[in-house]
């Protein structure tokens, strides 16, 4: 595969099959009782059922999935190299899809999978489980509130241990992977809050087994005693195609008004120390208003805007370094960019690859000023006037071309491959 064609696919939109029905819901449900079984008082959810909009083909492009990676994981490097390393895991991916003639179904590559080892094809898994596992998410949550706006996906182990996480060996903890966000369609004031769990497996017959215990983790964290909405996702990636699937343990909705008050309360906060409980129940003034703060770093740090991520982070949590603000800009058909771009020089071929990552202009201007209502309504209009094209997007479709491939995410984010 030629460095254009990978950069051809990983732009172009591609099936992918979703699988929610209710026999996939029922037999989630029994597995997970079998857990139960096998370890009393697990947490668990009382009704299992399908996840509404990820049944039947999917459309989505891999760019759009790497997108999600880099954004959800933006927080997880040395601050010092993060320059380079946060590139990797967007390259790595690069000439690892494939599409099917027949029916333009997203599959990986068997060549180039021929390179890869058992040990790195689980972390391919695990990734692709990640990227894949958030597009799905937001096309869930936009299939249940068709109108809402912006939509992230944040780390809540950074959450919950105030930008840090100091041991990556939880034991007995069982808690969901993200929180999605995104503004109460019912209320402008308020944000909903749901849970994520990302799986990532080659095979099939272990996604279902991965899901019942993804739906413990859903149960395994509460907020001021309540339990919350959510999603199950296990991503299966292997030469035969790429499968999405999907239940959703049914509860009530909870919303959370942010105010500044709240916000700068929980960044002087202590970082919580870790519990090794299978459940936690965490204040939802904790919980939502560390995951904001969280957030607002991840974007910031996404795109090049290292003191205003820092800013946004507790005050023991602060990733200090001399790094320079990021000051590259891209002109898209969607708006101005602000962010951090990559050269690569290909040796000998009189070609560059060029990748760039950051967020829109406005966005990144809202992000300097630690005003979290400011950020939100402009996040609002880029998915509001971006994206009104797309109604059960969780990206635009992105300009691209033959040497490049691109994917906006309704909070503003950008993510561009480019050959020149």
């Not at 996840?51 to 790497?66: E, K, S």
């Not at 691109?406 to 561009?416: K, N, Q, T, W």
Request: glycine share 10%; hydrophobic share 40%; proline share 5%.
């Amino acid at each position: 595969m030629t460095l254009r064609d990978a950069i051809r696919t990983m732009g172009a939109t591609a099936r992918v099959t979703g699988q929610s029905g209710p026999g996939l819901a029922a037999e989630v449900a029994a597995r997970q009782g079998d857990l139960l079984l096998a370890t009393p008082g697990l947490p668990h959810k009382s009704s299992v059922i399908a996840a509404q909009g990820l049944n039947g083909d999917l459309l989505i492009r891999p760019i759009a999935a790497m997108l999600e990676l880099a954004r959800g994981t933006s927080l997880n490097d040395d601050p010092e190299i993060s320059a380079v390393t946060r590139r990797w895991s967007v390259l790595r991916h690069l000439g690892a899809f494939a599409l099917e003639p027949k029916n333009g179904s997203l599959r990986l590559d068997h060549a180039a999978l021929q390179f890869i080892g058992p040990n790195q094809r689980r972390v391919l898994s695990e990734e692709l489980g990640i990227g894949f596992g958030i597009v799905a998410a937001k096309a869930w949550c936009r299939a249940r509130n068709p109108a809402i706006g912006p939509i992230t996906a944040i780390d809540i182990d950074r959450a919950l241990h105030r930008g840090q996480v100091p041991n990556l060996q939880r034991n007995g903890g069982r808690q969901p992977d993200y929180l999605l966000s995104y503004p109460d369609p019912a209320d402008p004031a308020a944000m909903v809050f749901e849970l994520l769990e990302t799986k990532g497996t080659v095979s099939p017959a272990n996604a279902r087994g991965q899901l019942a215990r993804a739906v413990t983790q859903l149960a395994g964290l509460t907020a001021g005693g309540r339990s919350m909405t959510g999603v199950a996702i296990s991503t299966v990636s292997n030469t035969a195609g790429i499968t999405v699937l999907a239940v959703d343990p049914e509860e009530a909705p909870l919303t959370w008004a942010p105010s500044e008050q709240k916000l700068e309360y929980w960044r002087g906060r202590e970082e919580r120390e870790r519990e090794d409980v299978a459940k936690l129940d965490i204040d939802p003034d904790e919980l939502f208003a560390s995951a904001t703060n969280v957030d607002r770093a991840a974007q910031a740090e996404f795109s090049g805007q290292y003191d205003a991520s820092a800013r946004w982070l507790p005050t023991r949590g602060r990733r200090g370094s001399s790094r320079q603000t990021a000051v590259a800009r891209r002109e898209t058909d969607v708006g101005t960019f602000v962010g951090i771009e990559a050269v690569i020089d290909l040796g000998g071929t009189g070609h560059r690859l060029r990748l760039f990552q950051g967020s829109e202009i406005h966005v990144v201007e809202e992000l300097k000023g630690l005003d979290d209502l400011a950020v939100v309504q402009a996040q609002q209009r880029f998915a509001g006037t971006k994206l009104e094209h797309f109604p059960h997007a969780t990206t635009t479709a992105g300009a691209g071309g033959v040497d490049s491939a691109v994917a906006y995410s309704s909070d503003g984010s950008i993510l561009e491959l480019r050959l020149g």
